[in-house]
């Protein structure tokens, strides 16, 4: 089912180091996209795909993850064997399964007590696009079908990233759409 070539770079974890802030902690983006970058309707995914979720759950496994509330809220509970952040505005904003944070910088702060290498941040577009200038990694799936969507992830300058690894998978009963695991690393 998969076909994999890959010129992964050496050394993955380039620090944050940059602005002094994450230093040592890879800030990595974890998304889906189908080929104009559609990633969400109606606060919803707009696919399902078992793989992809597959691959999701073994990046992210006792990691912290990072995400906004609409997507907290999309998803309706906090995932099991992550240590769940969640951005909001909101000040009186609670849930008892996650730490709740109130901008990005506060978000990765708040990672860094867990002591990993890197911290995922899921979504959904609002966060992504909050912490895009920051992270050094982006783990997208490319799904290869157009979908309907009310939300759109940035695109990636080829100018400013690299393509480390690509993983083609091709559709099958389960998985109705061909995809792509790509990893990009910031030049
Ligand atoms: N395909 C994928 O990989 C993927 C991944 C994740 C999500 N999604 C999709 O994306 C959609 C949701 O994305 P979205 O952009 O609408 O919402 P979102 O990014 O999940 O959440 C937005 C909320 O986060 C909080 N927020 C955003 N920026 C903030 C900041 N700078 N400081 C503090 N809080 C901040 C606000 O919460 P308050 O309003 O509470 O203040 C805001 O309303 C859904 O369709 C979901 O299915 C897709």
Redesign the pocket.
């Known amino acids: 089912m998969r076909e994999e070539t890959s010129n992964e770079s050496s050394n993955l974890s380039s620090p944050l180091g940059d602005r002094g802030v994450n230093r040592g902690i890879t800030l990595s983006l974890?998304?889906?996209?189908d080929e104009n970058n559609?990633?969400?309707?109606?606060?919803?995914?707009?696919?399902h795909l078992p793989n992809?979720l597959k691959y999701?759950k073994n990046l992210t496994w006792a990691m912290p993850i990072l995400?906004?509330?609409?997507?907290?809220?999309?998803?309706g509970k906090a995932l099991s064997g992550r240590k769940t952040i969640?951005?909001?505005?909101?000040k009186n904003?609670q849930h008892k399964d996650v730490t709740v944070?109130?901008?990005?910088s506060?978000a990765t702060q708040a990672a860094k007590v867990y002591e990993v290498k890197e911290v995922f941040v899921?979504?959904?577009?609002?966060?992504?696009?909050?912490a895009f200038n920051n992270a050094n990694r982006i783990y997208l799936?490319r799904i290869h079908h157009q979908f309907d969507?009310?939300?759109f992830?940035p695109v990636i300058n080829k100018d400013a990233w690299q393509l480390a690894k690509t993983t083609f998978c091709k559709r099958d009963e389960k998985n109705l759409y061909d995809h792509t695991f790509q990893v990009w690393q910031r030049k």
């Open positions: 974890l998304v889906a996209a559609v990633i969400g309707k109606n606060n919803k995914l707009p696919w992809d999701f995400m906004g509330r609409k997507t907290f809220e999309s998803i969640v951005i909001t505005r909101n904003w944070v109130h901008s990005v506060e899921i979504g959904g577009a609002e966060i992504f696009n909050s799936t969507g009310d939300i992830f």
